[in-house]
């Protein structure tokens, strides 16, 4: 079965400062991997996803994910922060075949500090 | 484009009753529809899978009988939490899959439903 490990429950950065939010995974077959965000009291938004391909992931909002096989991560990253970027972000993992469902990390609360 | 609706979008309730939860896909067709639960500060949990025309398919540890669910149409599905008792609240969050949509069959997520029961 596949999961997903997010290291960090917390994370608090300055505005302007690089945003690295991590996330392992563990998948017996090739996966398909996402990362979402989520505001207070709201659903889940797409920030970008990974399925074949390319490796480097470009999503909205000025983030990034880069899925690196060897180290099973697929961390998530923006240059600069912005006050907007304060949010819980989620990390998840669907493995081919697996019927579409989706299984997410614990979640890191992305803190921005002026 | 796909928008996926979620109806009440707060209810409070009392120890005993039953609350109905509406999920709607609003601008395309949902063969799928899943149901996830979050706890405060917690990730989201996989509740069913509901597929239209036929019988949800539950995780493991959840109650069909207490988490009723019906997708009686392509766009829309329903989570009924029959008995509802104080360990009943939480935040309930639907997704839909447009079938339709080639590739990877994204999953598209409502707004959310918070359940409070007295």
């Known amino acids: 079965a596949q999961s997903v490990t997010q290291l960090g429950s917390h994370v608090s950065v300055s505005e302007g400062a690089l945003v690295l939010l991590r996330c392992n995974y563990s998948?017996?077959?090739?996966?398909?991997l996402f990362w979402y965000v989520q505001y207070p009291n709201q659903g889940l938004q797409l920030l970008l996803k990974y399925t074949t391909g390319a490796t480097l992931v470009k999503g909205i909002n000025g983030f990034e994910a880069e899925f690196k096989k060897s180290e099973t991560s697929f961390h998530l990253t923006k240059p600069s922060a912005h006050m907007s970027d304060a949010a819980e972000y989620f990390c998840?993992?669907?493995?081919?075949?697996?019927?579409?469902?989706?299984?997410f990390g614990t979640g890191t609360q992305l803190k921005v500090e002026l | 484009g796909a928008v996926v609706s979620q109806h009440p979008s707060r209810v409070i309730c009392k120890s005993g009753t039953s609350v109905k939860i509406e999920c709607r896909s609003l601008?395309?067709?949902?063969?799928?529809m899943f149901w996830y639960r979050q706890f405060p500060k917690q990730s989201l949990m996989l509740m069913a899978t509901?597929?239209?025309?036929?019988?949800?398919?539950?995780e493991q540890g959840v109650e069909k009988d207490k988490f009723l669910i019906n997708h009686a149409s392509l766009t829309l599905s329903t989570l009924t939490v029959t008995s509802a008792h104080p360990e009943d609240s939480s935040f309930y969050i639907c997704?839909?899959?447009?079938?339709?949509?080639?590739?990877?069959?994204?999953?598209?997520f409502g707004p959310g439903t918070r359940l409070t029961v007295l």
């Open positions: 997704s839909a899959r447009d079938g339709e949509r080639g590739g990877l069959n994204e999953q598209f």
């Open positions: 998840a993992v669907r493995i081919t075949g697996g019927g579409n469902k989706l299984t």
């Open positions: 601008d395309f067709q949902a063969t799928t």
């Open positions: 998948s017996s077959v090739p996966p398909y």
């Open positions: 509901s597929n239209e025309g036929s019988k949800a398919t539950y």
